[in-house]
């Protein structure tokens, strides 16, 4: 038994023992068996919730080398769980997410991608007591095929999670059908760069849901081709951590832009490839995400200990390539996104889709530099351009703001030339002149007032467009970074260059001014931002106008944030040394 796999088989424990606490057991209520919610305080079936401790329960009661194996007070539990699961089953097959998604086929997928493990787990420990139970989950797993089979999705990662909930519940009807929607689904191709990026660009989170699903559709349907989209993106994330161990979230398309994530989400697929390919360098990221094991958040579909218990990949004997901690490596230079953009005018839907997002960010270039103790992330068409972290000292995005047109400048181009960095980006900025007379007569005739929101918009022609460059250019030097933040020669719109520093460190200078809660002027000089023993020292004030804030503008919650105030034209250079 390796160390990494007893380490698990106590946190399943825990995870079980602080599921009971949770659960509500009032054969009265409509959520008996169910498990409270830590936020909402009210129980929910969604996947990282009551099946999300269903699976630690069985995890433990399935498993000989647990404390808790064939645990009757466990099992009483997950038989009271599953009948909640049956009881807040809708009609048409679906569970709710509770925080939105109502009646949601996607979030059924979840759910049915990791109960579909749970059952065959029953079935393979022979424990005749868990028998009742098991009919359970497998009644709840049934009633889900008509919804799986003709429902529908929100987002890119949807597609895969439904393929891989079809896949699994072949596993145990066998019904044709399952196999032939999810070929439906794979038709539309996968949406990742040759570099290994996923169009919603989420390492936080939507990577992971993407990877584990694809490897159980590649399995199941014996499509061995898919796994090398999920090598692809493990690969990628190999460059993709900072030193220590937060995945880089300063890009993402989704909820985990900005946030904090580790790896552990990523530990069961990880593990599964590195037995799959034999990859000792996979070993090693798999080793590295089992660290962060006691703070897993993922749900029941990726669920470590059942995965293990069901896909036995033991990597003993096999060695290990230590993980990259030196490195410069640029993604995504050569997708072509420009073609695609130009392409997104025949496609006929006008960048319009209902319930979800274009992530038009999809292949933008990203840049990831590490130097031991120092992580850096350069990406194009995102708030934040640059970021950096240096110990415990986190720069965690630097972006620009503008009045042309007001809000954030999210900087489309980026030019790597050996030890230089440079963005640039034009915007546009028009009027509208009047519909033209033969588009009005074809209109219905209206009396009385002619609101704004019917008239052909579309058909207004643009009168004085106007167009304003901006550009940023990062170079390494000694110490530390430049960055360079030039303009066109179009006179006076406002700018503002904003460093997002972590909430946890200390702002000083001479030449710095709060004018609010957290938010300070470099008007001139230099600054010290300090976090422990790390420090950054930040020269190149600059306050040419008097603006806290641009129109459109934002700001992530819960940070520090440094402005240099900037008038067009301008030629600026910053420095930021690391001390």
Same mark, same amino acid.
């Given at each position: ?45 969604? *996947? ?13 009661? $399935? ?50 991608? @990791? ?10 420990? @022979? ?16 009633? /889900? =095929? ?97 030193? %220590? ?14 946030? /904090? ?8 697929? $990880? ?35 059942? @995965? ?12 290990? +390539? ?11 230079? &050569? ?23 274009? *992530? ?13 103790? /120092? ?15 240096? &110990?415990?000292?986190?720069?965690? &995005? ?8 007001? @809000? ?10 050996? %030890? ?14 009047? =519909? ?69 460190? /200390? ?6 001014? +709060? ?28 306050? %040419? *106008? ?12 819960? $940070? ?11 030629? *600026? ?7």
């Amino acid at each position: 038994m390796d160390e990494i796999y007893r380490n698990l088989v106590r946190l399943n424990e825990e995870w079980a023992e602080a599921g009971l606490a949770r659960q509500v057991r009032d054969p009265e209520s409509k959520y008996d068996g169910g498990i409270i919610h830590a936020e909402t305080g009210v129980p929910s079936p969604n *996947h990282l919730n009551t099946p999300a401790v269903m699976a630690s329960w069985a995890g433990a009661f $399935c498993n000989p080398d647990s404390r808790r194996y064939r645990d009757p007070l466990l099992l009483d539990a997950f038989e009271a769980a599953a009948g909640f699961m049956v009881n807040r089953q809708h009609a048409d097959g679906t569970v709710s997410l509770g925080s939105t998604n109502y009646n949601s086929p996607p979030d059924t997928a979840f759910v049915v991608g @990791g109960l579909s493990q749970v059952y065959r787990l029953l079935g393979t420990d @022979g424990w005749r007591e868990a028998e009742a139970a098991a009919q359970k989950v497998k009644l709840f797993l049934e009633r /889900t =095929i008509p919804a799986l089979l003709t429902g529908g999705a929100h987002t890119p990662n949807h597609r895969w999670v439904i393929t891989a909930a079809l896949a699994q519940l072949y596993e145990i009807f066998s019904l044709p059908e399952l196999l032939d929607r999810a070929r439906e689904w794979l038709a539309e191709g996968l949406d990742i760069t040759e570099d290994g990026e996923w169009t919603e660009r989420s390492n936080g989170i939507y990577n992971a849901v993407s990877n584990i699903s694809l490897y159980h559709t590649a399995r199941v349907m014996n499509r061995p081709e898919l796994l090398d989209y999920v090598r692809r993106n493990l690969r990628m994330m190999i460059y993709l951590v900072h030193p %220590d161990g937060d995945v880089v979230t300063d890009y993402s398309g989704r909820q985990d832009l900005g946030q /904090t994530f580790d790896l552990s989400n990523y530990f069961l697929v $990880c593990r599964l490839m590195a037995a799959h390919d034999r990859d000792p360098l996979m070993a090693s990221l798999s080793d590295k995400a089992a660290s962060y094991l006691s703070s897993y958040r993922e749900g029941v579909n990726n669920h470590p200990m059942v @995965g293990l218990l069901l896909f036995p990949s033991g990597l003993d004997g096999m060695g290990r +390539e230590p993980l990259p901690d030196t490195y410069r490596k640029a993604f995504n230079l &050569g997708h072509p996104v420009r073609e695609h953009l130009r392409l997104l005018e025949e496609t006929g839907h006008h960048g319009k889709i209902q319930h979800s997002s274009m *992530h038009y960010a999809f292949g933008f270039p990203v840049v990831r530099i590490r130097e031991k103790d /120092t992580s850096i992330t350069m990406m194009a068409q995102a708030p934040s351009f640059f970021a950096l972290r240096h &110990g415990q000292a986190r720069l965690l &995005g630097v972006k620009l703001s503008s009045s042309f047109p007001p @809000g954030v400048v999210p900087l489309e181009e980026l030019r790597v030339e050996e %030890d230089r960095y440079t963005f640039r980006t034009v915007m546009e900025k028009g009027y509208s002149g009047p =519909i033209p007379a033969e588009i009005l007569a074809g209109l219905p005739a209206r009396e009385g007032a002619s609101p704004w929101y019917l008239l052909p918009h579309q058909h207004r022609p643009v009168t004085h467009l106007q167009k304003h460059a901006l550009g940023v250019e990062a170079v390494p030097v000694t110490g530390g970074w430049q960055l360079r933040v030039f303009s066109d020669e179009r006179e006076d719109v406002f700018t503002q260059l904003t460093l997002v520093l972590g909430q946890e460190g /200390t702002v000083e200078g001479d030449g710095v001014e +709060e004018f609010a809660a957290n938010r300070y002027f470099l008007k001139k000089g230099s600054v010290t931002y300090a976090a422990g023993p790390d420090r950054l020292e930040i020269s190149g004030g600059v306050f %040419d *106008h008097r603006l806290g804030e641009l129109r459109n503008d934002a700001w992530p919650p819960g $940070c520090k944030y440094l402005h240099f105030n900037l008038l067009t034209p301008f030629d *600026h250079t910053i420095e930021l040394r690391l001390l």
